[in-house]
């Protein structure tokens, strides 16, 4: 016979994007009152400043992120 746990209840996160003068923002409510707000920018260009070495052109975006994952600490 199959014995069951209650899984411990967890916060949901609200997201929500918003269009702004920068770009999109989307904002994240977190507990009662954490807003945390980031700003959208295209993936390989966020990778590269992260400090990707990879050849944007030459490479897609997911390699690029499995690159700066992988180097990272």
Known sequence: MATFKT???SYGLEVKT???????????????SEY????????KEAAT????????????TRQMWKDLWNAAP
């Open 36 to 43: 945390h707000v980031f700003v959208e920018v295209e993936a």
């Open 7 to 9: 899984k411990k209840k």
């Open 18 to 32: 918003f269009p702004g003068g920068k770009g999109n923002y989307l904002v994240i409510i977190a507990g009662k």
């Open 49 to 60: 400043d992260c400090g990707c070495k990879l050849d944007p052109s030459k490479s897609t």
